[in-house]
DNA sequence: ATAACATTCCAGCGT
DNA sequence: GGAATGTTAT
């Protein structure tokens, strides 16, 4: 099926063809000569352009074959965006070449050869969440405190570890807690290893390892992929460029994009410093610039290179567009999230009047936090509004339930689908009897599985039921198709039924049925065991097979005599969802306001773009503003918020928000100051700051639309309590002051009084002054100026 | 063993 | 304002 090289190799015409487009930048990139190359890739200037036209120039020219290209990814989606690309531009099945996510590929690599992985065939996949309770039960077993050994940080530290290239034996042990550390670390691995799954971070380790272990494997993949590029280098970490080298060796072409300007993920152990040690170490003799932007208009830009430059350690590079100044940067000033998200849904409905479709309308908030307020109000106005982030498809707890018990037909030993299923829906299996089979577990150092027997004296019978259950259910889906076989796990389970009772089981029962949806997608894409196996697939057409020794078995895997399958469909959607936890909401197709974090939007483009929330301690969020690395990861999250954005851009922020259930009082970010006057439109006065008419205008428009706020249909219900914000902001104090009040401090500056409490000379304040922090003042003593 | 209730803690981004 | 835990009553 594979089409080989020769008949492929077109007449230099076509070739030329793809090149016709592109700006003389993007050309220089495109054809750049062998050897290693950086672009530096600003927002919006044709980036995926780039690697795919390279990718297809390359080929055309037939410099390489396609089973000779590697494109690596972070997300999901750009790869398959740079697959839909590639068949546009090529007449040739790109399925030969290895294209996917750093964590995609290293899947594809071990399930080839999970033999000398030291990994049973059908290995699963931890997510993140599995993986903290896996490492939960960790904590447990060894009887250690879980409040001083917080799980999460257990396994955020041991996935740092890992990604740093670190096993537990490399762990320096400095005192208690990193002796402590190290032996958790330990006691996770081998429990993964007994359990036979791996989570994100161990696929990148163990496909490194793989490669720097074994010559012969190396030396094979090494001579394949000539051609290696890497989409948003500025994101990999230690381990990926490790990986990355492993795998170009020293005779290969990478081809490296990326903008310094867009980390935004060092808080996972993102090093923008790879990009230096890439033209450092891989002898980059080209470094293209790539600075013409072709999404945004003149004010959008210079406000995205204003606020950029505030940035030191930069690799240097300011974007420029030949579209003219466009529409000034709008600035809204509200008085509570409220008024906020109610100035959007006008906002947005006049941008719906004016033409524009809603899914060019995107509202973007540092936290998820902060998407309710706003879907409150596009709910109760009706207006259809898709959220991008928050809970996904596969993480959703009926699905996990249901991939639970199809985890255990594929294989019974996974200790963490056994224990999320094995009393729900309940079947009279207590803490007690678990504690026991635990026990059993642990002594024995076997699976809980293994270990049901070993207790079935002590009141394991109904233990005993639920295993027959899982094995009477693998029995029964033997031969079925992968739709009916979670069709028959669903019902036979009994989580049909059980959300059948629930009050609030309909919306589960209805994603319990997407799931089956999701499956026969899944079958019907084309190809799908092939692109978890296609590497024996390449070597059966292929001649490089013929080059190995020996002494490597390839492909560790031999096919199902009857079905020529390598790995059961089953299996294959297991990693599916694991890999892809999938969008959140399925109301794919409609014409829908689109919401996301600024971390989701990056790598998207609206024509119309809010930034809400720009408030000092949410954005810069108050945990990265700190040190000056945090800061700058900020406003380089701030750059890519702002850069997302073609024709309009609207920022705001609001005098007040609930957070953690209670009101809190927040000055506008630092990044108003960094932004270029010129290109800003204050729809509020500025500077008069607090309660400027506009906003109140807005609040009492919000104040009397409110309690009508009556939610249609089952689903969330939206409290309707928004003006407590407001009594708490407008009570005064005989002093003067009030909550909410905008003051000035001689030597903190500017604060918004968040407390007060106490009378006459005891009175005091408690003021957040933005950067300066939180401060609790004595009244008597500190001279605040009201400044409004 | 389980359901109903009370309490605590959290809300920072993702493969 | 919600999830996840801990506690109590059946």
């Not at 090149?19 to 290693?36: D, F, I, K, M, S």
């Not at 941008?351 to 706003?374: F, H, K, M, T």
């Not at 996974?414 to 009279?428: A, E, K, M, Q, Y």
């Amino acid at each position: 099926m594979d089409v080989s090289v020769e008949n492929d190799r077109a007449p230099p015409g076509e070739a030329a063809g793809l090149l016709r487009h592109l700006n003389p930048e993007q050309l220089a990139a495109v054809t750049l000569p062998a050897g290693n190359a950086l672009i530096l890739a600003g927002a919006g200037s044709g980036k995926t352009r780039v690697l795919t036209t390279r990718i297809a120039w390359l080929v055309q020219t037939g410099q390489v074959s396609p089973a000779g290209v590697m494109a690596v990814t972070f997300t999901n989606k750009a790869a398959k965006e740079m697959l839909t690309r590639l068949s546009t531009l090529l007449p040739v099945n790109p399925r030969g070449m290895w294209i996917g996510t750093f964590h995609g590929l290293c899947n594809r690599f071990l399930r080839a050869h999970w033999k000398l992985a030291g990994l049973p065939q059908g290995f699963q996949i931890l997510d993140a969440q599995d993986s903290v309770s896996a490492v939960k039960r960790i904590v447990k077993a060894m009887k250690l405190d879980e409040e001083r050994y917080i799980p999460k940080q257990c396994a955020w530290f041991i996935a740092g570890a890992k990604e740093d290239g670190l096993r537990p034996q490399h762990i320096e042990v400095r005192d208690e807690l990193t002796r402590t550390q190290q032996a958790i670390y330990q006691a996770y691995e081998d429990q993964c290893q007994r359990e036979g799954v791996v989570d994100f971070a161990e696929l990148m380790l163990r496909t490194y390892e793989l490669m720097r272990d074994h010559a012969e494997l190396r030396q094979h993949y090494q001579r394949r992929f000539r051609h290696i590029l890497v989409d948003e280098f500025q994101d990999t970490n230690r381990l990926q460029y490790a990986w990355l080298k492993m795998f170009a060796g020293t005779d290969n072409n990478v081809l490296a994009v990326g903008d310094d300007d867009q980390s935004i993920y060092a808080f996972r152990g993102a090093r923008v410093g790879n990009m230096a040690d890439f033209e450092r170490e891989f002898h980059v003799q080209q470094v293209v610039k790539l600075e013409r932007n072709y999404r945004s208009f003149g004010n959008i830009l210079d406000s995205a290179n204003a606020l950029i430059a505030h940035n030191s350690r930069r690799l240097g590079k300011n974007l420029r567009t030949e579209a003219g100044p466009g529409e000034p940067v709008r600035v809204f000033e509200a008085t509570s999230d409220f008024a906020e998200a109610q100035w959007f849904l006008d906002e947005a409905r006049q941008l719906q009047r004016d033409g524009s479709p809603r899914s060019e309308i995107a509202v973007l908030y540092r936290s998820n936090a902060q998407s309710r307020v706003i879907e409150s109000a596009l709910f109760n106005a009706g207006v259809p509004y898709r959220v991008y982030g928050g809970l996904r498809f596969f993480e959703r707890a009926e699905i996990k339930h249901a991939l639970a018990y199809l985890r255990l037909i594929e294989n019974p030993n996974d200790d963490t689908s056994f224990l999320r299923v094995v009393n729900f829906p309940t079947r009279g299996i207590g803490t007690r009897t678990m504690e026991l089979l635990q026990d059993a577990a642990r002594s024995s150092g076997r699976s809980l599985w293994q270990s049901v027997g070993a207790i079935a004296g002590k009141g394991g019978s109904n233990l005993g039921a639920f295993t027959a259950l899982v094995d009477a259910m693998r029995d029964a889906t033997r031969g079925l198709t992968l739709r009916e076989i979670i069709e028959h796990v669903v019902q036979s389970s009994g989580l049909a039924d059980f959300y059948r009772n629930e009050k609030e089981g309909a919306e589960r029962l209805e994603n319990l049925d997407e799931l089956v949806n999701a499956a026969e997608a899944f079958v019907t894409q084309e190809g799908f065991g092939k692109d978890a196996v296609a590497l024996p697939v390449d070597e059966q057409a292929g001649r490089i097979a013929e080059r190995l020794p020996a002494a490597v078995a390839l492909v560790d895997t031999q096919p199902d005599a009857e079905t020529g399958e390598i790995m059961s469909p089953l299996a294959a959607f297991l990693t599916h969802a694991a890999l892809e936890a999938g969008d959140n909401q399925a109301q794919a197709g409609q014409d829908a306001v689109q919401l996301m974090t600024v971390h989701a939007a990056k790598g998207l483009e609206f024509d119309q773009v809010f930034i809400t929330g720009l408030e000092e301690g949410l954005f810069p969020h108050e945990n990265a503003a700190a040190d000056l690395d945090g800061l700058e990861e900020e406003r380089r999250l701030m750059y890519v918020a702002i850069t997302r954005a073609r024709k309009r851009l609207y920022l705001s922020f609001s005098q007040t928000r609930m957070l953690h259930g209670q009101t809190r009082y927040n000055l506008k970010s630092r990044f108003f100051d960094e932004l270029p006057e010129a290109a800003l439109k204050w729809l509020t006065p500025k500077l008069q700051g607090f309660g400027s008419g506009y906003a109140r205008d807005y609040q009492a428009a919000w104040q009397r639309g409110t309690g009508l706020g009556s939610m249609v249909g089952a689903g969330r219900v939206v409290p309707a309590s928004a003006p407590a914000a407001f009594e708490a902001q407008a009570r005064s104090t005989p002093n003067g002051l009030r909550s909410g009040q905008g003051v000035f401090h001689t030597k903190f500056g500017e604060g918004v009084i968040v407390t007060l409490e106490g009378i006459g000379a005891d009175a005091r304040a408690q003021v957040n002054f933005g950067r300066h922090g939180m401060k609790w003042l004595a009244l008597s003593v500190a001279k605040l100026t009201p400044v409004d």
